[in-house]
């Protein structure tokens, strides 16, 4: 069974920072994608980051510039550098992470973690 653990979550004044991770274990298997999702009170989830297996990244446009998504494949864990951080960036922060077997794909989610930015 596959689990997700997040963590680095909290409360930060405007223009600090945090660090998110997020660790998959019981899959037996490297994971494919793993991306960062985001759902402000009242809003859809949004896509924050992504990273692919082969390492390439893609981030929201609100983003582009002040975090960056890494991976430790050692590690199955996941990471989010958010810097420069603002009031809009508050929000419960999801991992997200898909594993390919063979023909099946499927993804898994992290519990989530608040992330609140004062002004």
């Known amino acids: 069974q596959v689990q997700l653990v997040e963590s680095g979550g909290g409360l930060v004044q405007a223009g600090g920072s945090l660090r998110l991770s997020c660790a998959a274990s019981g899959s037996g298997f490297s994971p494919n994608s793993m991306s960062w999702y985001r759902q402000a009170p009242g809003k859809q989830r949004e896509l924050v980051a992504r990273i692919t297996g082969g390492g390439n990244t893609n981030y929201a446009d609100s983003v582009k510039g002040r975090f960056t998504v890494s991976r430790d494949n050692a590690k199955n864990t996941v990471y989010l550098q958010m810097n420069s951080l603002k009031p809009e960036d508050t929000a419960v922060y999801y991992c997200?992470?898909?594993?390919?077997?063979?023909?099946?794909?499927?993804?898994?989610w992290g519990q989530g973690t608040q992330v609140t930015v004062s002004s």
């Open positions: 997200n992470v898909n594993f390919i077997w063979g023909a099946l794909s499927k993804d898994y």
